[in-house]
Protein backbone atom coordinates (compact mmCIF):
# COMPACT_ATOMS: atom_id res chain seq x y z
CA UNK A 1 0.00 0.00 0.00
CA UNK A 2 1.12 3.25 -1.01
CA UNK A 3 0.69 6.50 0.48
CA UNK A 4 -0.95 9.64 -1.10
CA UNK A 5 1.66 12.33 -1.17
CA UNK A 6 0.33 14.78 0.64
CA UNK A 7 0.61 11.84 3.72
CA UNK A 8 4.22 10.79 2.65
CA UNK A 9 5.38 14.56 2.57
CA UNK A 10 4.02 14.71 6.24
CA UNK A 11 5.76 11.45 6.90
CA UNK A 12 8.82 12.76 5.49
CA UNK A 13 9.00 15.68 7.25
CA UNK A 14 8.48 13.94 10.68
CA UNK A 15 11.14 11.63 9.75
CA UNK A 16 13.79 14.30 8.88
CA UNK A 17 12.90 16.31 11.76
CA UNK A 18 13.23 13.60 14.48
CA UNK A 19 16.43 12.45 13.01
CA UNK A 20 17.98 15.53 12.70
CA UNK A 21 17.32 16.74 15.77
CA UNK A 22 17.84 13.33 17.07
CA UNK A 23 21.93 14.06 15.30
CA UNK A 24 21.88 17.83 17.01
CA UNK A 25 20.86 16.52 20.35
CA UNK A 26 24.11 13.38 20.16
CA UNK A 27 26.00 16.93 18.58
CA UNK A 28 25.35 18.73 21.64
CA UNK A 29 26.00 16.28 23.93
CA UNK A 30 29.61 15.85 22.93
CA UNK A 31 30.76 19.09 24.85
CA UNK A 32 28.82 18.24 28.17
CA UNK A 33 30.40 14.53 28.11
CA UNK A 34 33.99 16.15 27.71
CA UNK A 35 33.36 18.50 31.00
CA UNK A 36 31.74 15.31 32.71
CA UNK A 37 35.12 13.56 31.51
CA UNK A 38 37.46 16.35 32.46
CA UNK A 39 35.89 18.14 35.54
CA UNK A 40 37.64 17.14 38.38
CA UNK A 41 34.62 18.86 40.99
CA UNK A 42 32.02 15.98 41.48
CA UNK A 43 29.11 18.51 42.31
CA UNK A 44 30.19 19.46 38.37
CA UNK A 45 30.40 15.79 37.52
CA UNK A 46 27.06 15.22 39.20
CA UNK A 47 25.47 17.78 36.79
CA UNK A 48 26.37 16.78 34.06
CA UNK A 49 25.69 13.39 34.59
CA UNK A 50 22.16 14.71 35.47
CA UNK A 51 22.10 17.07 32.37
CA UNK A 52 22.49 13.55 30.17
CA UNK A 53 20.24 11.60 31.94
CA UNK A 54 17.33 14.37 31.22
CA UNK A 55 18.21 15.48 27.73
CA UNK A 56 18.62 11.10 26.90
CA UNK A 57 15.26 10.42 28.30
CA UNK A 58 13.12 13.43 27.67
CA UNK A 59 15.26 14.41 24.08
CA UNK A 60 17.03 11.32 22.59
CA UNK A 61 15.26 8.57 23.56
CA UNK A 62 11.56 9.81 21.94
CA UNK A 63 13.27 11.18 19.06
CA UNK A 64 15.19 8.11 18.12
CA UNK A 65 12.12 6.15 18.21
CA UNK A 66 10.06 8.50 16.56
CA UNK A 67 12.91 8.41 13.86
CA UNK A 68 12.86 4.79 13.47
CA UNK A 69 8.89 4.37 13.39
CA UNK A 70 8.67 6.99 10.83
CA UNK A 71 11.17 5.50 9.02
CA UNK A 72 9.34 2.20 9.09
CA UNK A 73 5.99 4.46 8.10
CA UNK A 74 7.96 6.12 5.17
CA UNK A 75 9.42 2.86 3.53
CA UNK A 76 6.30 0.93 4.04
CA UNK A 77 4.23 3.33 2.55
CA UNK A 78 6.34 4.07 -0.73
CA UNK A 79 7.47 2.28 -3.42
CA UNK A 80 11.25 1.76 -1.66
CA UNK A 81 9.84 -0.75 0.78
CA UNK A 82 11.78 -1.67 3.72
CA UNK A 83 13.91 -4.60 2.25
CA UNK A 84 14.01 -3.71 -1.60
CA UNK A 85 16.91 -1.36 -1.50
CA UNK A 86 20.20 -1.79 0.24
CA UNK A 87 20.62 1.61 1.61
CA UNK A 88 16.84 1.40 3.40
CA UNK A 89 17.94 -1.97 4.90
CA UNK A 90 21.54 -0.03 5.76
CA UNK A 91 19.68 2.85 7.74
CA UNK A 92 16.93 0.59 9.73
CA UNK A 93 20.17 -1.43 10.80
CA UNK A 94 22.29 1.83 11.68
CA UNK A 95 18.63 3.22 13.47
CA UNK A 96 17.94 -0.27 15.46
CA UNK A 97 21.09 -0.40 16.73
CA UNK A 98 21.77 3.53 17.15
CA UNK A 99 18.19 3.33 19.37
CA UNK A 100 19.28 -0.13 21.16
CA UNK A 101 22.79 1.58 21.91
CA UNK A 102 21.40 4.52 23.48
CA UNK A 103 19.07 2.85 25.29
CA UNK A 104 21.85 0.72 26.65
CA UNK A 105 23.38 3.46 27.84
CA UNK A 106 20.84 5.53 29.86
CA UNK A 107 19.87 2.71 31.78
CA UNK A 108 23.53 2.42 32.40
CA UNK A 109 23.77 6.13 33.43
CA UNK A 110 20.39 5.78 35.71
CA UNK A 111 21.79 2.98 37.24
CA UNK A 112 24.96 4.99 38.31
CA UNK A 113 23.17 8.03 39.17
CA UNK A 114 20.05 5.64 41.45
CA UNK A 115 23.50 4.84 43.22
CA UNK A 116 24.13 8.20 44.04
CA UNK A 117 28.19 7.31 43.58
CA UNK A 118 30.09 10.82 44.51
CA UNK A 119 33.06 10.87 42.26
CA UNK A 120 33.53 11.09 39.18
CA UNK A 121 35.55 8.64 37.07
CA UNK A 122 37.98 8.66 34.70
CA UNK A 123 38.17 7.20 31.23
CA UNK A 124 34.54 6.59 30.72
CA UNK A 125 33.25 5.55 27.59
CA UNK A 126 30.82 8.58 26.99
CA UNK A 127 33.08 10.73 24.58
CA UNK A 128 33.42 7.56 22.44
CA UNK A 129 30.02 6.41 22.52
CA UNK A 130 29.14 9.86 21.33
CA UNK A 131 31.32 10.26 19.27
CA UNK A 132 30.42 6.84 17.40
CA UNK A 133 26.33 7.63 17.65
CA UNK A 134 27.36 10.46 15.74
CA UNK A 135 29.60 9.02 13.21
CA UNK A 136 26.46 6.46 12.62
CA UNK A 137 23.86 9.32 12.51
CA UNK A 138 26.10 10.93 9.86
CA UNK A 139 26.40 7.97 7.51
CA UNK A 140 22.56 7.43 7.84
CA UNK A 141 22.59 11.25 6.32
CA UNK A 142 24.66 10.26 3.74
CA UNK A 143 22.99 7.43 2.77
CA UNK A 144 19.30 9.23 3.07
CA UNK A 145 20.86 11.85 0.55
CA UNK A 146 22.44 9.93 -1.96
CA UNK A 147 20.59 6.74 -1.61
CA UNK A 148 23.37 4.27 -3.54
CA UNK A 149 22.00 2.08 -5.69
CA UNK A 150 21.94 -1.72 -5.29
CA UNK A 151 18.81 -3.93 -4.95
CA UNK A 152 18.51 -6.53 -2.58
CA UNK A 153 17.39 -10.27 -3.93
CA UNK A 154 14.23 -9.63 -2.35
CA UNK A 155 13.38 -6.46 -4.66
CA UNK A 156 15.00 -7.70 -7.41
CA UNK A 157 12.31 -10.30 -7.39
CA UNK A 158 9.77 -7.98 -6.83
CA UNK A 159 10.70 -5.64 -9.91
CA UNK A 160 11.18 -8.49 -12.12
CA UNK A 161 7.84 -9.71 -11.09
CA UNK A 162 6.31 -5.98 -12.10
CA UNK A 163 7.38 -6.59 -14.95
CA UNK A 164 6.00 -9.77 -15.68
CA UNK A 165 2.46 -8.65 -14.98
CA UNK A 166 2.92 -5.51 -16.81
CA UNK A 167 4.02 -7.39 -19.85
CA UNK A 168 1.11 -10.31 -19.89
CA UNK A 169 -1.25 -7.09 -19.34
CA UNK A 170 0.20 -5.62 -22.31
CA UNK A 171 0.06 -8.66 -24.13
CA UNK A 172 -3.75 -9.23 -23.58
CA UNK A 173 -5.88 -8.46 -25.54
CA UNK A 174 -8.30 -5.70 -25.06
CA UNK A 175 -11.54 -6.29 -25.03
CA UNK B 1 32.61 -18.52 -26.87
CA UNK B 2 31.42 -14.95 -26.15
CA UNK B 3 33.98 -12.83 -24.82
CA UNK B 4 31.64 -10.22 -23.08
CA UNK B 5 30.72 -12.42 -20.43
CA UNK B 6 31.79 -11.34 -16.94
CA UNK B 7 34.22 -13.98 -15.03
CA UNK B 8 32.01 -16.59 -13.05
CA UNK B 9 29.23 -15.88 -15.37
CA UNK B 10 27.88 -19.19 -17.74
CA UNK B 11 26.26 -17.31 -20.34
CA UNK B 12 28.74 -18.69 -22.60
CA UNK B 13 27.10 -22.00 -21.98
CA UNK B 14 23.48 -23.01 -23.74
CA UNK B 15 20.73 -21.69 -21.85
CA UNK B 16 23.37 -19.72 -19.91
CA UNK B 17 21.71 -16.18 -20.23
CA UNK B 18 18.69 -17.03 -19.67
CA UNK B 19 20.39 -18.50 -16.04
CA UNK B 20 21.71 -15.00 -15.39
CA UNK B 21 18.24 -13.21 -15.79
CA UNK B 22 16.82 -15.23 -13.28
CA UNK B 23 19.62 -14.55 -10.91
CA UNK B 24 19.62 -11.88 -8.83
CA UNK B 25 22.29 -9.20 -8.93
CA UNK B 26 25.19 -9.07 -6.67
CA UNK B 27 25.76 -6.75 -3.88
CA UNK B 28 27.74 -3.30 -4.57
CA UNK B 29 31.18 -3.17 -2.91
CA UNK B 30 29.74 -0.61 -0.78
CA UNK B 31 27.23 -2.61 0.82
CA UNK B 32 29.64 -5.42 1.57
CA UNK B 33 32.35 -2.48 2.99
CA UNK B 34 29.55 -1.13 5.12
CA UNK B 35 28.27 -4.73 5.87
CA UNK B 36 31.44 -5.70 7.38
CA UNK B 37 32.63 -2.35 8.93
CA UNK B 38 28.88 -2.40 10.63
CA UNK B 39 29.47 -5.70 12.11
CA UNK B 40 32.95 -5.27 13.43
CA UNK B 41 31.33 -2.42 15.14
CA UNK B 42 28.90 -4.58 16.65
CA UNK B 43 31.21 -7.11 18.07
CA UNK B 44 33.32 -3.88 19.37
CA UNK B 45 29.89 -2.76 21.39
CA UNK B 46 29.32 -5.44 22.83
CA UNK B 47 32.78 -6.43 23.80
CA UNK B 48 32.72 -2.90 25.27
CA UNK B 49 29.13 -3.80 26.87
CA UNK B 50 30.51 -6.88 28.58
CA UNK B 51 33.51 -5.51 29.76
CA UNK B 52 32.18 -2.67 31.74
CA UNK B 53 29.02 -4.64 32.54
CA UNK B 54 31.83 -7.17 34.24
CA UNK B 55 33.78 -4.48 35.72
CA UNK B 56 31.25 -2.88 37.39
CA UNK B 57 29.55 -5.41 38.81
CA UNK B 58 27.08 -6.23 36.58
CA UNK B 59 25.89 -2.12 36.11
CA UNK B 60 27.51 1.56 35.94
CA UNK B 61 28.69 3.26 33.29
CA UNK B 62 27.80 6.95 33.70
CA UNK B 63 30.47 9.38 35.25
CA UNK B 64 29.45 9.57 38.62
CA UNK B 65 29.62 5.80 38.37
CA UNK B 66 32.01 3.61 40.27
Redesign the interface.
Known amino acids: MTMGPRLRKLTLTAHTSCSAGWLGGVAALVPL ?1 VV ?2 TGRQ ?1 QV ?2 T ?2 LG ?2 RIGWFVLVPLSLASLLTGLVLSLGTEWGLFRH ?1 WVV ?1 KL ?2 NL ?1 GAG ?1 LL ?2 ML ?2 D ?3 G ?7 GG ?3 IPRFA ?1 ALALLL ?1 AVVLSVYK ?6 YG ?2 KLRRRRMVAMRQARAPVR | MNMHTRPGSNSHHAGGAKKDAKRAPRPPLWVILCGVAFLALLVVFVVIVATHSAGSGGHGLGFTGV
Open positions: AGMPVRVDLDYAALFAEYQLTSLRLAPMARDMGGVPRGVTPWW
